[in-house]
Each structure stands twice: as C-alpha cells, then as structure tokens.
C-alpha cells in the first residue's frame, strides 16, 4: 500500500512509515484496566518526521 504525506509529499510504501498508537491503562485496584475509547494510528514520515492520521478520528461522530 503507498501512503503520502500531507506535508512534504513524500510517498512510499507503507513499511517505509513509522506508526505511533497511543492507549491510556487505567489501575483500578491493582489491576489494570484498559481505556475504553478508540484512537486513531498516527503514521510518521520517514522524510520530514511530522505525523499525521489516515482516518478521520471523528469519522463515527459524523455518522459515516
């Protein structure tokens, strides 16, 4: 799968591209729980190392 930047243009496949995923633990009496709420993956450019989202993260508020 090629992938774009939005910023500098780079493109490339997607093994080119770093990915940042960020999740939350909750400890509740000592034992952690998860975060119930979904995030969005973060690609970072190999290029000019800004990231940006592949899919909107508001994607289910808009009902689509």
Sequence with gaps: MKLKCPYCGFEGDSSEFNYLYETTLYVVNSKIERE?????????????????????????????
């Design 36 to 64: 119930e709420r979904e995030r969005s993956i973060l690609v970072v450019c190999p290029k000019c190392r800004q990231g940006f989202l592949l899919e909107d993260p508001y994607r289910k508020f808009h009902g689509e």
